[in-house]
């Protein structure tokens, strides 16, 4: 199964590829959202309750452009570069997070999303 999702905002919009396991099911399950951004460094959070609990997918360390969910902080992570933790090349989050996916094309462009912006994110047919 491969499933893509858009994700726009007042400057832009990109599109991700999502696996295939429980926790994308979990979160297309929450779609289509609208969601308050929170931004900390190249770090995009979006509040998003859902169900998931850490699966197999879950790590701290991911690669920018990777797409995430936090259980911890109940949001949907984006990775457009490197958090306030991390350390070196390395890209660090504060806890574990669920792998769903990545950005298709140049997930950079996630920079300009600003705090407070409107994020919305929704299953592609």
Known sequence: ?????????????????LFDTPSVQALLDAL????????SGDELVLPLASTMRLDETATQAVEPGTVCYWVEGASLVLQSGFAPQSRGY??????????????AGDHHLLSSVRNGDLVTVERLA
Do not use: F, K, Q, Y
């Open 1 to 17: 199964m491969s499933v893509r999702i858009s994700i726009s905002w007042p400057a832009g919009r990109l599109e991700a590829e």
């Open 32 to 39: 289509p959202t609208t969601i308050g951004a929170d931004r």
């Open 90 to 103: 390395e890209c660090c989050l504060l806890t574990a997070v669920n792998v769903l996916g990545r950005i």
